[in-house]
Structure formats: structure tokens, C-alpha cells
């Protein structure tokens, strides 16, 4: 059989005392009297049969019998004191099923996903391509990130990040076929990231261009396929500040002119009002939020001028047709769902 431990107070009185070398600082960090202190101290001695103090002058002095026990003592109290915060963090495991818009999860989500991951390696993610909001109240997710109003009604939703529209193309195409003007447009492939040219038509509209002459067209159903075909050189697409601004720091995709447009909606995130409650679910959208602050990037520049060197000034100076400080077009409020 173990023998019996001391009594608790009379613990936290010696070690306390013991650490501080005072009776007095003691009282204070435990808040009690300097009576009390004393008196637990004495309390200990006596079940121990032992002395625990020189008690010479005003600072305390461990006995050998008194710097045997002080540090199993400290050793004990550290583990419970360790142990009781590690209980009051949020729980950091578990399983979490995120939904995400297309071209986000493709292209900002996964290339930093390992940073979350790293950071909580005992949540198990699982990623879903989808722009439903029906998805969040149908339990396929725990946490989406949408695209569109910000107005369903029956979850917790927050703006994550507004948008700007602007054509992308890959560099080997404007090598072979630049672009010079908005009128060169009529030229080129246009990708479409909707189904119906909505977010076209607003951009062609900011540039007083609604008229021009249009030349191939592909429609695809959300803005990954659009982003991708272009980085294949397949035509123009329209990038966002979202998901088109590392494919633009890489030299993947430039920006031929240096007009953008408003989105009319937004990315979002939402969820279950119980699933916002859930810390496995709390971490993951303050992720979100800190990762978008710490990846800001300002507005693309137009970046096709360098792909036209040798060419004329006048031939460069015609790739900006349109500047994006005249506010045409700006007003536009063409409605749209497919940023995806």
C-alpha cells in the first residue's frame, strides 16, 4: 500500500513559501493571511515529523529536509498546473468537411492549405469542390466558403473577401498574339466563367466596348475551367484579386490591360450556428481570416506591356486602352453567380 500524501494546503503553503522565501509574498500569491501561512507550514511539519525551515532572520531558509521535498513538491504542482491548461484549450482534433468555390480551392486554398494542417496536425480535413449553399444545412459540410450575396438564411455567414474582375491571359499567347487594344479582343478566344457572359458584358461595358465585334467564345461552368483553359493558352479569361493573383506573381497568366471591375458578389464563409460553436470548426475560419490578411496583395498591374518589348512606344501605350481611375463603367451591377 502507498503511504498517505500530506494534505494539500499545507503543500501549496511550503511550496509557495518555499519558491518566494517569504511568508509574507506567500500570503499575498495564495491570498491569505500571513496567520494562515504560518500555521499550514506548521501543519506539514508536524505530519512529517519533520523540520522544514531555518527560521533565521526575515528570509526563510530550506532545511535539508526542506530541500528534499521542495522540488517533487514544484515537480507536482507544474504537472497539474500544465495539465489543467492543456484541459481549457479548444479541441484541436477531429474530422472537419469544408466546402469551397472551384477555382478558390484549386487555386488559393490548396497551395496553403499544409500550412494549416502543420499548424493543427490532428484535424483531419476533407475538401469539397461546391458553390451550394444548400450543402451547409444538409450536413455534406461543416464550413463552406461561397460565393454569391452573403444571404441564406438559417447559418451563421460572414464577408470573407470582395472581388475585382480583370482579363488574364498566359504569356506564351500574347507572345504570339498581342494585345494592343480592347478592339484586339475581338481576336482572341473569349472564356467565359459563366454560363450566360454576364461577367463579360460588365467589363466590356466598363470599357465603353458593350458593342465590339465578339470573336470565339467558350462557355465553361465556373472560373476554374475559364482560368485554366487560359493557362493553356486556349484565350482571354477574366481572373479575380482572389484566386488569379498568384498565378500573376508566378508569371503564369499577365493582365493585358489595367481596367477592373467591381464583383457584385463576394466570397463567404459560412456554416451551422452549432458548428460555429465547435473549436475544431473556430480555428479553421480564424485560419481563413488571418490567411487572407497575411497574403493581401494590391490590384494587378498590367503586365502584357513586358511581353511587347521591341514594339513600338505608341503599340505599347495602346495595350492600357482604358484607365482604371476614369470610373466607367463602375456602376455596372450585372448579376451574377458562377465565380467559381
Same mark, same amino acid.
Given at each position: 500500500?502507498?503511504?498517505?500524501?500530506?494534505?494539500?494546503?499545507?503543500?501549496?503553503?511550503?511550496?509557495?513559501?518555499?519558491?518566494?522565501?517569504?511568508?509574507?509574498?506567500?500570503?499575498?500569491?495564495?491570498?491569505?493571511?500571513?496567520?494562515?501561512?504560518?500555521?499550514?507550514?506548521?501543519?506539514?511539519?508536524?505530519?512529517?515529523?519533520?523540520?522544514?525551515?531555518?527560521?533565521?532572520?526575515?528570509?526563510?531558509?530550506?532545511?535539508?529536509?526542506?530541500?528534499?521535498?521542495?522540488?517533487?513538491?514544484?515537480?507536482?504542482? $507544474?504537472? =497539474?498546473?500544465?495539465?489543467?491548461?492543456?484541459?481549457?484549450?479548444?479541441?484541436?482534433?477531429?474530422?472537419?468537411?469544408?466546402?469551397?468555390?472551384?477555382?478558390?480551392?484549386?487555386?488559393?486554398?490548396?497551395?496553403?492549405?499544409?500550412?494549416?494542417?502543420?499548424?493543427?496536425?490532428?484535424?483531419?480535413?476533407?475538401?469539397?469542390?461546391?458553390?451550394?449553399?444548400?450543402?451547409?444545412?444538409?450536413?455534406?459540410?461543416?464550413?463552406?466558403?461561397?460565393?454569391?450575396?452573403?444571404?441564406?438564411?438559417?447559418?451563421?455567414?460572414?464577408?470573407?473577401?470582395?472581388?475585382?474582375?480583370?482579363?488574364?491571359?498566359?504569356?506564351?499567347?500574347?507572345?504570339?498574339?498581342?494585345?494592343?487594344?480592347?478592339?484586339?479582343?475581338?481576336?482572341?478566344?473569349?472564356?467565359?466563367?459563366?454560363?450566360? $457572359? /454576364?461577367?463579360?458584358?460588365?467589363?466590356?461595358?466598363?470599357?465603353?466596348?458593350?458593342?465590339?465585334?465578339?470573336?470565339?467564345?467558350?462557355?465553361?461552368?465556373?472560373? /476554374?475551367?475559364?482560368?485554366?483553359?487560359?493557362?493553356?493558352?486556349?484565350?482571354?479569361?477574366?481572373?479575380?484579386? =482572389?484566386?488569379?493573383?498568384?498565378?500573376?506573381?508566378?508569371?503564369?497568366? +499577365?493582365?493585358?490591360?489595367?481596367?477592373? +471591375?467591381?464583383?457584385?458578389?463576394?466570397?463567404? +464563409?459560412?456554416?451551422?450556428?452549432?458548428?460555429?460553436?465547435?473549436?475544431?470548426?473556430?480555428?479553421?475560419?480564424?485560419?481563413?481570416?488571418?490567411?487572407?490578411?497575411?497574403?493581401?496583395?494590391?490590384?494587378?498591374?498590367?503586365?502584357?506591356?513586358?511581353?511587347?518589348?521591341?514594339?513600338?512606344?505608341?503599340?505599347?501605350?495602346?495595350?492600357?486602352?482604358?484607365?482604371?481611375?476614369?470610373?466607367?463603367?463602375?456602376?455596372?451591377?450585372?448579376? /451574377?453567380?458562377?465565380?467559381?
Amino acid at each position: 500500500m502507498p503511504s498517505r500524501l500530506p494534505p494539500l494546503n499545507p503543500l501549496r503553503a511550503f511550496e509557495a513559501a518555499a519558491r518566494r522565501g517569504s511568508v509574507s509574498a506567500a500570503a499575498r500569491e495564495l491570498n491569505v493571511t500571513h496567520g494562515a501561512i504560518s500555521h499550514q507550514i506548521r501543519a506539514l511539519e508536524e505530519a512529517l515529523g519533520v523540520t522544514l525551515f531555518e527560521r533565521s532572520g526575515k528570509r526563510l531558509k530550506l532545511s535539508s529536509q526542506g530541500a528534499l521535498l521542495l522540488p517533487a513538491v514544484s515537480e507536482a504542482f $507544474g504537472g =497539474i498546473a500544465a495539465a489543467t491548461a492543456l484541459m481549457r484549450q479548444p479541441a484541436t482534433s477531429g474530422s472537419l468537411a469544408v466546402g469551397c468555390v472551384p477555382a478558390l480551392l484549386s487555386f488559393w486554398l490548396i497551395p496553403r492549405v499544409n500550412r494549416f494542417t502543420e499548424q493543427y496536425p490532428g484535424i483531419r480535413l476533407s475538401l469539397v469542390a461546391s458553390n451550394d449553399p444548400a450543402q451547409v444545412l444538409s450536413r455534406e459540410v461543416d464550413v463552406a466558403i461561397l460565393y454569391g450575396d452573403g444571404n441564406w438564411p438559417d447559418c451563421w455567414t460572414r464577408l470573407w473577401s470582395h472581388l475585382r474582375l480583370f482579363p488574364v491571359a498566359s504569356p506564351t499567347l500574347l507572345n504570339s498574339r498581342p494585345l494592343r487594344s480592347v478592339r484586339d479582343l475581338a481576336d482572341h478566344m473569349l472564356l467565359h466563367g459563366d454560363r450566360d $457572359g /454576364r461577367e463579360w458584358n460588365t467589363w466590356f461595358a466598363a470599357a465603353d466596348a458593350i458593342d465590339l465585334p465578339r470573336g470565339p467564345q467558350l462557355f465553361t461552368s465556373d472560373a /476554374r475551367l475559364s482560368t485554366e483553359a487560359a493557362l493553356h493558352g486556349q484565350g482571354v479569361a477574366l481572373g479575380d484579386t =482572389i484566386t488569379a493573383a498568384q498565378l500573376i506573381a508566378r508569371g503564369e497568366l +499577365v493582365v493585358p490591360f489595367d481596367l477592373t +471591375v467591381p464583383a457584385n458578389d463576394a466570397f463567404y +464563409v459560412a456554416c451551422r450556428h452549432e458548428v460555429r460553436a465547435a473549436p475544431i470548426a473556430r480555428v479553421f475560419i480564424d485560419w481563413l481570416f488571418t490567411s487572407l490578411e497575411e497574403d493581401s496583395r494590391p490590384e494587378p498591374q498590367t503586365s502584357a506591356r513586358m511581353l511587347l518589348r521591341g514594339r513600338s512606344a505608341r503599340a505599347m501605350d495602346d495595350v492600357q486602352p482604358v484607365s482604371a481611375s476614369s470610373g466607367k463603367g463602375t456602376a455596372i451591377s450585372q448579376k /451574377r453567380k458562377a465565380r467559381g
